[in-house]
């Protein structure tokens, strides 16, 4: 039976509500701590490169040399797509979202998976490189279709990232921006029980399929409220126009009850780390290109942010300076959130894989706010 509303506690959004034990991530909101396995996402942003993330959070521990040279070397040999997605893909639109194409090509690798009712382990871990391997590719290519141009073959001698941006541009980037790239996947690549992560676990805990749960995460990544914030992002930054009319823009907001994009996190009551360092990486790209007007106009907003509703815990989240990062390595604005899903698809994988270790179906209970009782009125007599 249905729990009655007086007898139970009821956690909209289910915040708060534990759905499940992970090793993965651990995020301390209330100081801005964010860890990978342990390891602060400092010194994985200092440090580490997409492709030792990906292996971190599917393995468990960071790999060796041989095992990420290994690792490696299985996502450069699996990031061509099909020829039947390709084809499938030139007949998209060409204004189509470029999420709602990655999403529907992840939902057609499924079909054209070799083995669609083997769900072994050796399978879906064939499966999550394959996945990880091609998001970039999916991206790159329909980027670059919808401008009427040839997609892009991957490079096997260029890293997970640099490849992303080589497929993008047709050339390849200089090491500095690859690094900006590399890193900016690394800070999205996981991040605990967000909404899509656990929408890809119910996907999976039903005993579906890795590219149905997969899917499912693309799918509710592209939400304003999640992924899609970074594009909001840059809206309102354009909207702006100028750091005068920041703080003027801000307090309306405020004052009618508009929400600020980039701000604010269910989770964090504390500055994001991972803004923190797309901040200082903002700023870097801002300097080199000689164009601080959008860097300072972000600041403007933090400081105002943080002036009028920092004491609820509202400061920026990892949307808020990414986008000015992107918008500084010239991608198209509409492929920031495709970005934060070519990271997101390690974390999905790595916590679906997780789950099955110890599957049970989620089926939450609601409560029924109609009536109990009604009379079954003929359709002629309505
Ligand atoms: C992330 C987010 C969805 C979290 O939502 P949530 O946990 O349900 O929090 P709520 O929306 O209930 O907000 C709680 C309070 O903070 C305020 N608040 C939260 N985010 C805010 C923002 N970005 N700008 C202004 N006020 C904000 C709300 O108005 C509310 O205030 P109130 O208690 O006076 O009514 C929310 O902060 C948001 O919409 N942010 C903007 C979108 C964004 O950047 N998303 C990316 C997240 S990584």
Known sequence: MAPDEAEVTFAKGLEDVIVAKSRITYIDGEIGKLVYLG??????????????????????????????????????????????????????????????????????????????????????????????????????AFARMRQGLEPVAPRADLGHAANFLYMLFGQ????????????????????????????????????????????????????????????????????????????PYVLNALKTKKKIMGFGHRVYHAYDPRARIFKEYARELSQRKNDMTWFQIGEKIEEVMIREVGRKGIFPNVDFYSGIVYHHLGIPT????????IARVAGWIAHVMEYWEDNRIFRPASIYTGPKEAPYVPIEKR
């Open 39 to 140: 390891i602060p996402i400092e010194e994985m942003a200092k440090h580490s490169t997409f492709e030792e993330t990906a292996y971190l959070l599917g393995h468990g521990a960071l790999p060796t040399r041989q095992q990420l040279d290994e690792y490696s070397r299985t996502l450069v040999a699996n990031r061509a797509l099909p020829d039947t997605l390709l084809n499938m893909m030139k007949l998209f639109p060409p204004t189509a979202l470029p999420m709602d194409v990655l999403r529907t090509a992840v939902s057609a690798l499924g079909m054209l998976d070799p083995n669609p009712k083997d769900s072994s382990k050796e399978q879906n871990q064939l499966r999550s490189a394959r996945l990880i391997a091609q998001f970039p590719t999916i991206v790159a």
């Open 172 to 247: 390849a980037p200089d090491e500095f921006t690859a690094r900006v790239m590399d890193v900016a996947l690394v800070l999205h690549a996981d991040h605990e029980m967000n909404a899509s992560t656990f929408a890809s676990l119910v996907t999976g805990s039903t005993l579906s399929d890795m590219y149905s749960a997969i899917t499912t995460g693309v799918g509710t990544l592209k939400g304003p409220l999640h992924g899609g914030a970074n594009e909001a992002v840059v809206a309102m930054l354009q909207e702006i126009g100028t750091v005068e009319n920041a703080e």
């Open 334 to 341: 509409d492929l920031y959130t495709p970005i934060f899903a």
